[in-house]
């Protein structure tokens, strides 16, 4: 009878390991992949912005930060901005988005003459 629970208990280690060893590929495929996507840029206009508090217990520390902008396409992306980049984009500006997959890199606001 020890012998049958030391065989499950073996074949149990195995089972969770290996489900550990396919979350960590998966998760670096995925990282691999947004890296090796060309950044892009459009033509852009902050629409709204919002924050998020993480659940009380979370490796999370701070408040997380959104600006969705609509590209001249009409498509609504949103992105995750430091504060510091959520203070200074402006709501209902005009610009050039820079941006790599879901990665925010840049927002350059339109020079009003």
Known sequence: M????SFVAMILFFVILVIFIVTMVRSGTETYHRSTVPPANAQAKATSKRTETPPEGSKIKGDLYFVTFTLDEGKDIELSV???????????????LYYQETRFL???PKKIL
């Open 2 to 5: 020890g012998s049958f629970f």
């Open 82 to 96: 430091s504060p510091k980049e959520y203070e200074s984009i402006v709501f209902d500006v005009e610009g050039e």
């Open 106 to 108: 840049s927002f350059e």
